[in-house]
């Protein structure tokens, strides 16, 4: 199979979608791989480390597409890239199907064969494959220091002979993957943690990583979770509730990191400012849903919003804060999943009916066959 790869130029991305030891475990399988000039520069993978791996190095997207049985990308490529992707050939990557689909359409329209990584099923089978799993992990460990960075104490206890400086208080709603690392790269930091989320698994998981879990323990709060373990959208009278209890336990926190999305919905509010406004001068909010709205009141995309003393963070794509090791987790992600559409002889071969193909693709046959973007 050819395979190309594209500078990444939407949202300012700095990821990309190999990496030089993915590219030999592609090439020792006989596979073809062009990148288009400069794609792992913002990853520290100069072009040379891309061609000792096995790959070729064209200069522009048009020369990379040209002939490729599939492209691999991080975010869907925009303008002169996306019109280079050849007709009837594949695209794999984390398109944003609720937020492209004009332009997922209009692939399909010329036979373009587009599987989002986003819709990996949460199988046992498919973790190796579980981009949205393996970039929030990242994600979470790194809104903990962004944090630390912006907080203006220190987050462990430090007992010394001028005096004892208290622990940081963090609050980490949302215990799914990003969460989950983000209360253990406090702990490891020191800081006193707890947590909160609607799921009643995540309650024995935050437990398990020395956090106090905070939520109502309803009737509705234990069946929260979807068949595929992600958060139910919860009623209003529950959101009462729980918005009751976390306004009384923020008041006393130092760092609050919200996690919560909800799949092609807007992210639920978490916060409003009335809660920023109870929380003492100094202290630190991250909003990890910002992308999608946002869970926190007052956060803005990309930038360090200051509210009445406290800092609220809302920079998007903390993966791509760490482009190296989200580089090189993601491509294995996408070599992990490439089996699954490659026959024996190495071509192009969708299994249909393997169930983590069928989950994924988004346009086949010249139609748009997934409900996100079937328009």
């Known amino acids: 199979m050819k395979i190309a790869v594209f500078k990444e130029t939407r949202n300012a991305e700095t990821r990309v979608a190999v990496t030089p030891d993915t590219i030999k475990k592609l090439a020792g399988a006989g596979h073809e ?29 048009q020369q990379a597409a040209a002939g490729v049985d599939a492209v691999f990308c991080v975010r869907l490529p925009e303008g002169g890239s996306l019109a280079a992707i050849p007709d009837n050939a594949a695209l794999i990557g984390l398109v944003a199907p609720h937020d492209n689909g004009e332009e997922i359409r209009q692939l399909a329209a010329r036979g373009v064969e587009v599987f989002a990584c986003e819709f990996t099923p949460r199988i046992t089978r498919a973790q190796s494959m579980d981009a949205l799993s393996s970039q929030a992990n990242l994600a979470g460990y790194r809104a903990v220091l962004e944090a630390a960075h912006a907080y203006g104490r220190a987050f462990p206890m430090m007992m010394t002979a001028a005096g004892t400086i208290a622990p940081a208080r963090v609050f980490v709603m949302g215990a799914g993957v990003a969460g989950l690392q983000a209360i253990a790269t406090a702990k490891r930091l020191g800081a006193q943690v707890s947590a909160t989320d609607v799921r009643p698994a995540a309650k024995e998981q935050v437990a398990s990583l020395g956090g106090k879990f905070v939520a109502v323990e309803d009737e509705e709060f234990k069946e929260a979770e979807t068949a595929g373990g992600y958060a139910k959208e919860m009623s209003d009278e529950y959101k009462a509730k729980q918005a009751k209890l976390v306004a009384e336990h923020i008041t006393k926190q130092d760092v609050v990191i919200t996690t919560a999305l909800i799949p092609g919905r807007p992210a639920p509010r978490l916060i409003d400012a009335e809660m920023v406004a109870s929380m003492k001068p100094g202290s630190v909010l991250v909003d990890l849903a910002v992308e999608r709205g946002g869970n926190i009141e007052g956060a803005e995309l990309d930038r360090i919003a200051q509210k009445d003393g406290k800092s609220i963070i809302g920079y998007a794509n903390l993966p791509g804060r760490l482009p190296a090791d989200a580089s090189s987790l993601y491509a294995k992600n996408l070599l992990a999943f490439l089996p699954l559409v490659t026959a024996e002889d190495g071509a192009y071969a969708p299994d249909w009916d393997d169930e983590i193909v069928a989950g994924m693709v988004l346009t086949k046959g010249g139609e748009a066959v997934h409900d996100a973007v079937k328009g």
């Open 33 to 61: 791989i062009r990148v288009e000039a400069g794609a792992g520069l913002a990853a520290d993978f100069p072009d040379e480390a891309f061609r000792e791996a096995g790959a070729s190095i064209a200069e522009t997207a």
